[in-house]
RNA sequence: GCCUGUGAGUAGAACCUUU
């Protein structure tokens, strides 16, 4: 059975709902008897792949073949119902998992507080910290990261400010990414002041800082406007030993396009390739677009050879990019020559 | 007797999926 349900989760968290499938049933061919973890594997399976009634058909199933549920059943049908947006049915679950007397855990008020969020009902998710703290059990750094999240998704930057001057006041985070929602709430007002000074905390607090903290301020600085801010943070990577990836390039790129700047992203690219980054289509895009919105037409064509050298497919975005340039141009032969391409390769569907 | 090993569910940026 242990075997079993590792491929199982194997090909969950590879996207592969039918290998998980496939390895049920063999598991059942087998003689075995599925067990709550194989079934609980099962299950989430179908939710990762957003095959939310399918996951409750296994738990029916799995009832009615007499296996009680435990946290990691309802855990994992919690977390499916939010992530398909569906907040009843994700307190629909937590109701039968009460009813069954089986203890929540963090997991649980995590995913509930997941699911409220992304369903706009923010008071509703506080109401669940609450719930989580009657049930005795402690907020930790992905609690105060989740409510982050779901105050900026419900566009509540006051709110999220609150839920971080809470932490900071208890002290307990101690990882990264509670401080980068909360730098990523300031992208939403524009304020890199407020951006700059949760930075300064976390240096205080004895948090190192990842690389998604500097693209979060990367993208809050390019909001404010202000591109040399942006790129001043490429040596306060590596200020705090921290090697650029294409990730924060892929950022600059972005503040390069959103701001206008070609030559600047021409510089970013040749800086990634000097650094042995690996460009994908994302970084490609953001150059053809900054490209083209200057009215560079040419140079960004010139970029295709390069995207076929480092292997990298144009998708539609780019296609989409270049051909409303070549519009804008009046280049018909390119244009048309480009959307051949497009057909050919599947991306001239829409 | 000792040692070791033994399966399942969570968070943050950008991107992509989907102009």
Not at 58 to 81: K, Q, S, W
Not at 92 to 117: N, Q, T
Not at 275 to 301: I, M, Y
Not at 316 to 329: F, H, Q
């Amino acid at each position: 059975l242990g075997i079993f349900t590792q491929v199982v989760a194997t090909c969950a968290a590879a996207g592969s709902v039918e290998g998980a499938n496939r390895a049920f049933r063999a598991a059942k061919a087998a003689g075995l008897q599925p067990d709550c973890q194989l079934y609980t594997a099962l299950m989430g399976a179908y939710c990762k792949g957003g095959r939310l009634d399918e996951a409750f058909k296994v738990f029916h199933e799995m009832e009615a073949a007499g296996v009680a549920a435990n946290r990691f059943t309802f855990g994992t049908l919690i977390d499916g119902c939010s992530k398909s947006k569906q907040v009843a049915k994700a307190f629909g679950v937590y109701g039968i998992m009460m009813s069954r007397k089986v203890a929540p855990d963090r997991h649980i008020f995590h995913a509930l507080i997941e699911a409220c969020g992304k369903s706009n009902s923010l008071d509703r998710a506080f109401d669940v910290l609450q719930d989580m703290k009657a049930e005795k059990v402690a907020p930790d750094d992905y609690t105060t990261t989740l409510l982050l999240t779901a105050c900026n998704t419900c566009g509540q930057v006051e709110r999220a400010m609150g839920v971080y001057r809470v932490m900071r006041k208890k002290g307990f985070a101690k990882s990264p990414a509670p401080f980068t929602a909360a730098i990523n709430a300031c992208s939403t007002t524009g304020s890199l002041e407020a951006a700059c000074k949760i930075y300064r905390d976390m240096l205080k607090d004895k948090v190192k800082p990842d690389e998604m903290v500097y693209c979060a301020l990367m993208k809050v600085a390019t909001a404010a406007g202000n591109v040399e801010k942006a790129f001043a943070l490429l040596p306060e990577m590596r200020l705090r030993g921290l090697t650029p990836s294409i990730m924060a390039y892929d950022s600059l790129l972005n503040t390069c396009c959103k701001m206008g700047l070609p030559e600047r992203a021409v510089e970013v690219y040749r800086t990634l390739t000097a650094e042995r980054c690996k460009p994908g289509v994302s970084t490609f895009n953001a150059l053809l677009q900054t490209l083209c919105d200057a009215g560079q037409l040419d140079e960004a064509l010139g970029l295709l050879d390069a995207m076929g050298r480092e292997g990298v497919l144009l998708n539609a975005r780019s296609y989409i990019v270049l051909l409303g340039s070549c519009a804008k141009a009046k280049r018909v032969d390119v244009g048309v020559r480009l959307f051949h391409d497009a057909e050919l390769e599947g991306h001239a569907n829409n």
